[in-house]
């Protein structure tokens, strides 16, 4: 069974491009090869861009080697419109906007997750004491 997760960055218009990661969505793993591998603009919207993923892995090549579906990415005319849509299997959401990842814990909420709460990435690995390359 997967830890699922939806990664996605907000645009300058608004409108949320959304993928679905099917393994691995916890911080611990997806949150940490985001922020190593894929954190800035042109590398998280290549990856979102690209849809469907079975499992990240440090290059978007690798990634996408791998997957099972050729899914394609969603798009949402704003961040209200994606999050009132999240899946309930859905544990982790990945929001890459103002040039910085940000991260929800779906479990923890009632859906609909709304923007309010979201954390920076970076201050939930701290919290988790994971740093860079999962040490």
Same mark, same amino acid.
């Given at each position: 069974?997967?830890?699922?997760?939806?990664?996605?960055?907000?645009?300058?218009?608004?409108?949320?491009?959304?993928?679905?990661?099917?393994?691995?969505?916890?911080?611990?793993?997806?949150? +940490?090869?985001?922020? %190593?591998?894929?954190?800035?603009?042109?590398? /998280? $919207? @290549?990856?979102?861009?690209?849809?469907?993923?079975?499992?990240?892995?440090?290059?978007?090549?690798?990634?996408?080697?791998? +997957?099972?579906?050729? %899914?394609?990415?969603?798009?949402?005319?704003? /961040? $209200? @419109?994606?999050?009132?849509?999240?899946?309930?299997?859905?544990?982790?959401?990945?929001?890459?906007?103002?040039?910085?990842?940000?991260?929800?814990?779906?479990?923890?909420?009632?859906?609909?997750?709304?923007?309010?709460?979201?954390?920076?990435?970076?201050?939930?690995?701290?919290?988790?004491?994971?740093?860079?390359?999962?040490?």
């Amino acid at each position: 069974m997967g830890t699922r997760s939806n990664i996605a960055y907000e645009k300058p218009n608004g409108k949320v491009v959304v993928m679905y990661c099917h393994y691995d969505g916890y911080p611990e793993y997806n949150g +940490r090869i985001l922020n %190593d591998h894929y954190n800035n603009r042109s590398k /998280a $919207h @290549a990856l979102v861009d690209g849809g469907y993923q079975s499992a990240l892995k440090e290059t978007l090549e690798d990634s996408t080697k791998d +997957r099972v579906h050729q %899914d394609k990415a969603d798009i949402y005319h704003s /961040a $209200h @419109a994606f999050l009132m849509n999240v899946q309930s299997d859905i544990e982790w959401i990945y929001l890459f906007k103002n040039n910085e990842w940000h991260v929800a814990e779906c479990c923890d909420l009632s859906l609909p997750v709304n923007s309010n709460d979201f954390v920076p990435l970076w201050s939930c690995l701290c919290k988790l004491g994971v740093t860079a390359n999962g040490n």
